[in-house]
């Protein structure tokens, strides 16, 4: 019977990177210490050899070449018993032209010819039902959290980190008044990564740029600044992004000037400083900057927020329920599946006997 089959996970990570650590690493290696039987892949993955029949499959960013073979994917999935859950976690208008045209082109296959997504927003979850009525929301939590230090922001020099991916408007936005603000305050170090654009506008002896790096690496760089700017221009696509690096900031000590989009909804009074428009970044960085007893106080009520509801640990009782209730319904989640998969006639069609029939070795 379909029901008496236990959990097993395997998550496939199809874009490894600094990205993934804290959607796929962080839970699911915190999952498999609690005894979960759970495995992660890492592209190039073969399914015949890394996906066990009947077992729950999470597919991290998938990109077939064609709309056909991610629904040759899904049936050959579904023959076996599994379930699979795309793991999406970024509005499809902010993925740079080079994905997002593959994508379009074949109709947001990954997205639709699935049983859910596996997504970290629930306005994003909203966003694309159109795609994909049925989503999983999970939201992103911090897995390591070092002891607050106040300490550092003592000192007389200030690093200010501007380290946000694919955020070049937004950095354009704010670069002049930051450039301005730098030149008149020796004290200043501003740290950029990625953004070699942003980097080359400021002054050569204070600036700091980096390549993307890897998750560890940028924590620690992120542990050695004082103030990070994170803004985010309104709109729909911004407002489908998570707080993580709000959350980041708050566990490295790490005071946040952000906004306008998504960060006053997401935090709490007291944890960041907030403004409304691009244009207000800078200013309200250079009050903070001058202003060490709120700076720390801030930092302070952060760390304590964070530490308090965003812990890994924390959303684990959760996670594991979801992921229980899903198994325990993927007949009629298939079922479900299947009965929207009718309207299409440009694929194969599916039937819900095929569910589990092509896979019942153990």
């Keep these: 019977m379909l029901a008496d089959r236990p959990l097993r996970i395997e998550v496939l990570v199809n874009s490894p990177g600094p990205h993934d650590q804290v959607r796929i690493r962080d839970p699911f290696q915190t999952l498999q210490g609690l005894?979960?039987?759970?495995?992660?892949?890492?592209?190039p993955f073969r399914f015949n050899s890394c996906i066990r029949p009947h077992s729950l499959v999470i597919w991290q960013r998938p990109l077939p070449e064609s709309r056909l073979r991610q629904w040759e994917h899904l049936q050959w999935l579904r023959e076996r018993g599994c379930l699979l859950l795309t793991e999406w976690?970024?509005?499809?208008?902010?993925?740079?032209?080079?994905?997002r045209a593959p994508l379009e082109a074949m109709a947001m296959a990954p997205l639709e010819l699935c049983h859910g997504l596996h997504t970290s927003s629930a306005r994003l979850a909203f966003e694309l039902g159109a795609i994909q009525p049925l989503?999983?929301?999970?939201?992103?939590?911090?897995?390591?959290?070092?002891?607050?230090?106040l300490e550092k922001h003592s000192?007389?020099?200030?690093?200010v980190l501007v380290a946000n991916q694919n955020r070049s408007p937004e950095h354009q936005t704010i670069s002049d008044s930051l450039l301005q603000w730098v030149q008149r305050c020796?004290?200043?170090?501003?740290?950029?990564?990625?953004?070699?654009?942003?980097?080359?506008?400021?002054?050569s002896n204070q600036r700091d740029y980096y390549p993307t790096l890897d998750y560890q690496s940028y924590r620690e760089l992120l542990r050695s600044c004082h103030i990070a700017l994170l803004p985010l221009a309104q709109g729909t696509a911004n407002a489908c992004k998570t707080p993580i690096k709000l959350l980041e900031c708050a566990a490295e000590s790490v005071a946040a000037v952000c906004g306008p989009e998504l960060y006053g909804r997401s935090a709490p009074a007291g944890v960041a400083t907030v403004v409304?428009?691009?244009e207000a970044v800078v200013p309200a960085t250079k009050a903070i900057a001058q202003d060490l007893q709120g700076r720390r106080q801030q930092v302070e009520q952060a760390h304590r927020w964070v530490e308090t509801h965003w812990a890994v640990d924390s959303g684990l009782a959760t996670r594991l329920w979801l992921y229980q209730q899903l198994w325990t319904r993927r007949?009629?989640?298939?079922?479900?599946?299947?009965?929207?998969?009718?309207?299409?006639?440009?694929?194969?069609?599916?039937r819900s006997e095929e569910f589990g029939g092509g896979g019942n070795q153990p």
């Design 35 to 43: 005894g979960v039987d759970c495995r992660i892949h890492e592209r």
């Design 155 to 159: 000192t007389q020099q200030l690093r």
């Design 89 to 99: 976690d970024d509005h499809p208008h902010l993925f740079p032209a080079s994905i």
């Design 331 to 350: 007949h009629q989640l298939d079922q479900r599946l299947v009965a929207r998969r009718q309207k299409d006639a440009t694929l194969p069609p599916m």
């Design 186 to 203: 020796a004290g200043i170090q501003v740290v950029v990564v990625a953004d070699r654009e942003l980097a080359a506008k400021l002054p």
């Design 276 to 278: 409304d428009a691009l």
């Design 135 to 149: 989503a999983v929301v999970l939201e992103n939590h911090v897995a390591n959290i070092p002891a607050l230090n």
